[in-house]
């Protein structure tokens, strides 16, 4: 899961395996693959890198398969 700050500055938790696609205008939206729109503070640049380091957490924890 990765925070997001809404408008309103209130911070929310995304799965960003739900996103579908992102676009700032010059808000960034955020489309969730249930139809919601999110409007964020954060740049869709920052996004990407949080949902990287979500990843990257998850597969570093992973036990290897031997």
Request: charged fraction near 20%.
């Given at each position: 899961m990765i925070q997001v700050?809404?408008?309103?500055?209130?911070?929310?938790?995304?799965?960003?395996?739900?996103?579908?696609f992102m676009e700032e205008?010059?808000?960034t939206v955020i489309?969730?693959?249930n139809g919601e729109k999110i409007l964020v503070q954060e740049r869709?640049?920052?996004?990407i890198h949080r949902v990287i380091q979500f990843?990257?957490?998850i597969y570093n924890s992973?036990?290897?398969i031997e």
């Open positions: 700050t809404r408008l309103d500055h209130t911070p929310m938790i995304v799965n960003p395996d739900l996103i579908i205008t010059p808000d489309t969730l693959s869709i640049s920052e996004i990843r990257r957490s992973a036990v290897p």
